[in-house]
């Protein structure tokens, strides 16, 4: 690239995410494609989570027994995870999450394609238990994956550079989600070969890919650049090594940390009650497999695709130019909005612009300001309390979530389907307005404290 056409380029960065230094631009770019691969993973694997499970096991009446269950394995999961982040480097921890899930997701592909116990076997039956084993594994993978990965990035970046920095980053990453599953999708066809199988092995390899990423940063970027938050090192580097409990300690004595995992719990109960109605619908709508699988991967382009819109169109300087507790206070705003046209429209051509609104939103938006909050925090909570509020607590959220949604059965068998979905519709909205209330308050809370941290250069917790 010639000088000016790269001079260009870094003008144009700057100006949209701000005032970011040429070797800046280029750690950042290269924790983008990291996190392209994660992203564009998960997002080919989210609709194909939904639509393995609905031809295989059912939505309706098994989908929030499946959270459940996710939120079962995830304790156990979490504190495996834990105990590996005290014994291995953050590369190798890396390299480890992504060859297992890689190698794994590879074998269900395998999987699905016998004609016993795969895809081919189009009865639903709450005993396949590959389905099961399947929605959990790609929960982990999104829980996991992901609060290594922002873990990792908190732990290398500074408030400062994180305020244009991370902005940046989710751009990149939701390039990837946008580009990365449309381009699996084209190259394994389901519509070709009637089966989503070979996209499902495909997703494994690019899981793969995310270790040639991360080795070109480890190699590439010097030792030098990669220091985040001053006084975070410093208790780090005075403190004992903790037991893989400690980041769950922290969590519940820390109100800090328990205002993080409320305001991240509060809007996954929320979507999880959108998201069951969106599924159950789509599962009434369409019959066969493949044809789930490309209705959902096209929702899930358009989440993708509206956030990268709203990041190009500036979303990510909200925070320069409002500061980071007023922009917590936009999501759930946004959010009663969103709640109050599920209320008056509960129909799936509306649900579908819900969902893609909240899911959009969140991802430009909410989460990039979310991960800033761990930035004046110690090593044990970016790493592990962290995960457990990333995986622990959102899981846990989902399954609240879900035991809302199993009071739909009930209420239809004992109203009539119209008036007992009504009546759901109308305990939802309720509920959902009063934990935007407390989201509201909490979200003042730790701006306030975020940003009097990051003032006096401490350490939150």
Not at 15 to 33: A, C, D, Q
Not at 107 to 135: E, H, K, S, V
Request: aromatic share 14%; glycine share 8%.
């Amino acid at each position: 690239m010639g000088s000016s056409a790269q001079d260009k380029l870094l003008s144009g960065i700057r100006k949209w995410f701000g005032n970011l230094t040429p070797s800046e631009i280029y750690r950042f770019t290269l924790l983008g494609l990291i996190f392209a691969c994660i992203l564009g993973a998960y997002w080919t694997l989210k609709p194909l989570k939904d639509a393995i499970f609905m031809s295989m096991v059912g939505a309706k009446q098994y989908i929030p027994w499946a959270k459940i269950l996710s939120l079962i394995v995830f304790f156990p999961s979490v504190i495996g995870y834990s105990k590996l982040i005290d014994r291995l480097s953050r590369y190798k921890m890396i390299y480890l999450l992504s060859s297992f899930y890689g190698l794994i997701i590879i074998g269900f592909g395998f999987l699905f394609l016998d004609p016993q116990i795969g895809l081919a076997n189009t009865t639903t039956d709450a005993g396949r238990l590959i389905g099961w084993a399947w929605y959990v594994i790609v929960e982990l993978y999104g829980s996991l994956m992901v609060a290594l990965f922002w873990g990792f990035a908190t732990d290398v970046t500074s408030a400062n550079a994180a305020r244009a920095g991370f902005p940046f980053v989710v751009m990149i990453g939701q390039l990837g989600s946008v580009l990365l599953p449309q381009f699996l999708t084209l190259v394994s066809s389901p519509e070709k070969f009637g089966t989503s199988a070979y996209l499902v092995i495909a997703t494994g390899f690019l899981i793969l890919c995310t270790i040639i990423c991360t080795y070109i940063f480890s190699s590439k970027i010097p030792k030098a650049q990669l220091h985040g938050y001053k006084a975070a090192e410093t208790v780090q580097s005075t403190s004992a090594k903790a037991g893989f409990f400690k980041g769950l300690k922290l969590l519940f004595s820390q109100p800090y940390l328990l205002g993080i995992l409320s305001i991240v719990g509060i809007y996954e109960i929320i979507v999880t009650i959108f998201d069951f109605n969106f599924k159950t619908m789509v599962e009434a709508s369409i019959a066969q497999e493949w044809k789930r699988t490309l209705y959902l991967n096209d929702y899930a382009f358009w989440v993708n695709i509206t956030a990268l819109i709203c990041l190009i169109l500036g979303a990510g300087n909200i925070q320069k130019w409002l500061g980071v507790t007023r922009t917590l206070v936009i999501m759930p705003c946004i959010i009663a909005v969103i709640v109050g046209l599920f209320y008056f429209y509960p129909v799936i051509s509306v649900v579908w612009y819900i969902m893609v609104g909240a899911k959009a939103f969140n991802f430009a938006l909410n989460s990039p300001t979310i991960k800033q909050l761990y930035i004046p925090t110690s090593h044990d909570v970016k790493y592990k309390s962290q995960a457990w509020i990333e995986t622990f607590g959102a899981r846990a959220s989902k399954a609240a979530g879900s035991g809302i949604n199993m009071l739909q059965g009930p209420l239809e068998n004992m109203l009539g389907l119209t008036a007992g979905f009504g009546v759901f519709v109308t305990i939802t909205t309720l509920l959902s307005y009063g934990l935007l209330t407390c989201w509201l308050l909490v979200a003042v809370f730790l701006g306030s404290r975020y940003t009097a941290a990051v003032k006096e250069n401490k350490v939150v917790c």
